[in-house]
């Protein structure tokens, strides 16, 4: 979901833009119009989740999924070694990627319990010529969050924030690079967020695409060929509504209401479970099953019909999967909870 505020904003914005005579989708990308969009989206960015100096912030094509390879371009250059924790099928998908680029290992998984939970991991876990250090910060698919920044000592640290990005505040610092495609969050599919510490830029491989390369990305602040305008504008909007509503904090406090309003029912009741461990249990994705694959199939199909929407588990896992990320109100929540335990009442399990 986005905002409601933010799409009436851009519906009011769609034919022309201030006083440009123009749509921001017909606009050229050097405009003066333009520039002041693209800076002010990465101030507010700035702003929003306290991002210091010596940080970059570019804006990228590719989705999050081109990260996979542009990282270990970028960043897998002094030893050619990366370590992994694979906590899910993006963080698999990130690390199988590496691989074709150097020497990338798994330094921690829960693949063998199903990506139920978040491996734990101490600074022995990496190998400490380890190039960097990769991980998915939430799990979109399993509906797990890492409950604790891996400890990597001098080691950059390098997460895959796609679905969790200003969901709660995050210490920036702890991380030498943060991504995310902003479709999860922040704005439509097309842009793609990168957060990086100077020092580590400026080493890519000599093989890196242009597209590919942070530092061609930085020294021409994101528009070295045409970037994704309309994206990079509607994410502008959002991030200045999350400065509006309070900020992250604001967000943290309202999506953990959120949670706990379907989490406390979960527990409450044995209709429905959760596959995922009470230790890394996801803000944004709950994950949660009937336990009989055509109820499973029903619910998904009514809850559609109750316009309660997108609620089929991935087809990797099945079930259902709420995602209730920054934009869905208190209320949509509650009107799934009321639907699960409608559904529940009138669709009993037989006796086995
Ligand atoms: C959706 C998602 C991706 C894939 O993103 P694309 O932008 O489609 O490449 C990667 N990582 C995470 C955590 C995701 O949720």
Known sequence: MLPLEVLKKAQAELLCYGDS??????????SPE????????????????????????????????????????????????????????????AYQEAKKYGDAVIAASSAGANFAFVPETTRESFRPDADYVHICFNNTIYGTKFPYIPDTG?????????????SEPVDVTRFGLIYAGAQKNLAPAGVTIVIVREDLIGHARPDTPAMFDYKLMAD????????????????????????????LEAMQKRNKEKAALLYDYLDSQDYYSTPVDRSSRSMMNV???????????????????????????????????ASIYNAMPREGVEALVAFMKKFAAENPKEEA
């Not at 005579?21 to 050097?30: I, L, T």
């Not at 001098?154 to 200003?166: F, H, K, N, T, Y």
């Not at 199939?297 to 259902?320: E, P, Q, Y």
Request: charged letters at 20%; a positive charge.
């Open 287 to 321: 994950v949660f099953v009937t336990g009989n694959a055509d109820l499973d199939k029903k619910f998904a199909a009514d809850a559609a019909k109750a316009g309660l929407k997108n609620l089929k588990g991935h087809r990797s896992v099945g079930g259902m999967r």
């Open 220 to 247: 021409n602040d994101s528009m070295y060929n045409t970037p994704p305008c309309w994206c990079i504008y509607m994410a502008k909007l959002v991030f200045e509504w999350l400065l509006e509503n309070g900020g």
């Open 34 to 93: 333009y520039e002041a969009i693209i800076s002010d989206a990465q101030k507010a960015l700035r702003k929003l989740m306290n991002i210091p100096d010596n940080y970059k912030v570019l804006f990228m094509q590719g989705g999050a999924s081109t990260q996979f390879a542009a990282v270990p371009y970028n960043l897998m250059t002094k030893n050619n070694r990366a370590d992994y924790i694979v906590s899910g099928q993006f963080s698999k998908k």
């Open 154 to 166: 001098d080691i950059p640290l390098v997460a895959d924030m796609s679905s969790c990005i200003c």
């Open 21 to 30: 005579g123009m749509s921001v989708m017909e606009m050229s990308h050097r």
